[in-house]
């Protein structure tokens, strides 16, 4: 038995399921933005806690060479905090510096 549906009715479905697949990339684009922009802020507010226990680590440290260690450390962490605060700026996501101040209480009135 052949279909009833008819060539202008077969393209009027195309049209609109190609619409729709078009919507759903958006909106897959949109929540693997999100899911990356989490996923980076978990990962600076991390690297901005390190910069706080790093240095204890340093005073406690048994050996000098432990204490060399953990300053290289520091310094790749600073280094790493400064590329990810470049990147939240150039893509127009600067609150997510501002969050984390706001939550720990860094910002001055």
Avoid at 47 to 62: F, G, M, R, V
Wanted: charged fraction near 30%.
């Amino acid at each position: 038995m052949k279909s009833t549906i008819t060539k202008m009715g077969k393209k009027t479905m195309l049209h609109k399921s190609k619409g729709n697949s078009d919507e759903t990339i958006l909106e897959t684009s949109k929540g693997c933005r999100n899911v990356f922009l989490e996923e980076l802020k978990e990962i600076y507010f991390s690297e901005k806690a390190l910069i706080i226990s790093i240095p204890i680590l340093i005073k406690n440290a048994a050996t000098e060479e432990l204490a060399d260690a953990l300053k290289v450390h520091l310094q790749f962490t600073i280094d790493h905090i400064k590329r990810l605060e470049e990147f939240f700026t150039s893509i127009g996501e600067i609150d997510i510096m501002s969050k984390y101040e706001a939550m720990y209480g860094l910002t001055t009135p």
